[in-house]
């Protein structure tokens, strides 16, 4: 029988990038919250080891794709003779700054920990995660945090749980593009928490996508008209936050026809530490 497992989206409310580091990445200082949408991840655990990714995706070949290669690596790590056959359900794009790939890896690892019955802590499934990918460890600590280091170092938060048009501008943003552009404000002054928090929410990688991805500036200046609203991550989707569903369906419901959208709500515990508290 296959087991469902969600795999949500992220949201960088905000996202600072205070300096570089001497292994070439950046320094950040950014705000997590989950949306209570994502993708859905199906499990059916196999005897002989092998793993099956039974929905491939495009272009992307099975040894390099982070479903495939998290379930490796949790292999690798625990000795586990078990394997899966994996499948996606797929919501969210592809190069869209809402961690989609990242949060399928920690789905994979979340969940396979438990099937498998390996017994990894959570701390132990981060380290694992973090070298699949910066924003991996997140989606495995499930909680709203504030992150610092390379996006890694974690303090729970607890933002309010606003709802958010989230608009993707039908362009992929790679996010080397994002961090090798000159222009990229790298300084930005480190702050604690509190300061971060009463002060107004920002994206320092906005300004570059604007001015590179011309689909991106249109899609921020037509949401600005009704709502704040910010670049997530390096891009490309972008999210305009309302206090009200109802609000944020009645500007959906008059948005151009170029604009592709969805409404979801901000939710602090991630759906997956959620549904992975239920199976406990």
Not at 17 to 45: C, E, M
Not at 111 to 136: F, K, M, P, Y
Request: with cysteine.
């Amino acid at each position: 029988m296959m087991n469902k497992w969600p795999s949500p989206a992220k949201l960088n409310l905000f996202l600072y990038i205070t300096g570089r580091r001497s292994d070439g990445y950046h320094s950040l200082q950014t705000l997590f919250q989950f949306l209570d949408y994502g993708d859905t991840l199906s499990f059916n655990v196999r005897q002989d080891g092998r793993v099956n990714l039974m929905t491939p995706i495009a272009n992307v070949p099975d040894d390099q794709n982070l479903i495939v290669r998290a379930a490796r690596l949790l292999q690798r790590h625990t000795g586990s003779a078990l394997g899966a056959d994996i499948s996606v359900d797929k919501r969210l794009p592809m190069g869209g700054g809402l961690g989609g790939g990242s949060s399928n890896a920690a789905t994979v690892l979340v969940a396979l920990n438990h099937l498998w019955r390996c017994g990894l802590s959570q701390d132990e499934l981060c380290r694992i995660g973090l070298t699949l990918g910066a924003d991996v460890p997140i989606f495995i600590y499930g909680h709203a945090a504030f992150a610092e280091g390379v996006g890694e170092r974690f303090t729970p938060v607890e933002p309010q749980e606003k709802w958010y048009l989230v608009a993707h501008p039908g362009v992929t943003i790679p996010t080397v593009a994002i961090f090798t552009d000159p222009e990229l404000q790298r300084n930005t002054p480190e702050r604690d928490l509190e300061t971060l928090l009463s002060s107004p929410f920002f994206n320092d990688c906005e300004p570059i996508a604007r001015k590179r991805f011309p689909e991106v500036e249109q899609l921020i200046s037509w949401l600005l008209e009704y709502a704040p609203s910010r670049l997530t991550g390096t891009g490309a989707c972008v999210f305009a936050e309302f206090d009200t569903e109802a609000a944020a369906q009645r500007v959906l419901q008059q948005a151009p026809e170029w604009l592709h959208g969805f409404i979801a709500r901000g939710v602090n515990v991630s759906p997956l530490a959620s549904f992975l508290s239920g199976q406990e």
